[in-house]
């Protein structure tokens, strides 16, 4: 990670990002990045399962999704998403997967990660304070003013449920909650968009049945 002047782009300082073996011979970072405090504080999600939180004075780490053990196969679960919200940050788990640095012969993982597909809420201690699992499959993390955020919710591995897309609003103040399901008729994309009066614009993807029909069209929705 590199910090940069706005006058010229120069180099002020950097970090690194130290892989996680014995499986990730390398750190990965994809939309889990976030600065706040003119760049004085810094939020990393890694694909290994960790969350940074790094400061002038230190680098705290949690072990959100990292490897662990189902039988003789590891299995993990990437940080995909992560924001800093009011009072600490917030962060979305993947999926579980096997680590692809992992000599393990399976294909697929043999059970889930207990921190997979998973909101997570860190307090400015740097602990986890709540976390929320449902049946959804949650992709994207957008703030929505004040306190709160919205976690898609897109289509899921498992099954061709119909009944589990759209968009989650969540409470992060003094009492985290899910407020609201706002549902939509295809499964949505990672990225999407709040505004401070409580519109949420999502993507929303097309998809395919069990006989591989596709249905519905890319589209973008507004909801309230």
Known sequence: MQVLSLEGLAARNDRPFEPLPPHFPTAFVWEAFDVQGAGAQVLAGFGDGRLQLIDAQSRRTLELGTPVLSGDVPISASVGWGRFVPGGAAAVTDN????????????RPPSAHPGSNTLFLVDDAGAVSW?????????????????GLVVGAGRREADERRDLWGALVFET????RLRRICPTDGPVFFRHA??????????????????????????????R
Do not use: C, F, M
């Not at 992992?102 to 294909?107: E, I, L, M, N, P």
């Open 96 to 107: 579980t997967n096997i680590p692809w640095g992992s000599a393990a012969t399976a294909t």
């Open 131 to 147: 976390s929320w699992r449902g049946e959804q499959a949650l992709t994207g993390l957008s703030l929505l003013g004040g306190s």
């Open 173 to 176: 103040g003094d009492a985290p």
């Open 194 to 223: 709040a505004t401070d009066d409580g519109r949420v614009a999502v993507s929303v993807l097309p998809w395919k049945d069990a006989d591989d029909v596709v249905h519905g069209a890319y589209q973008v929705v507004v909801l």
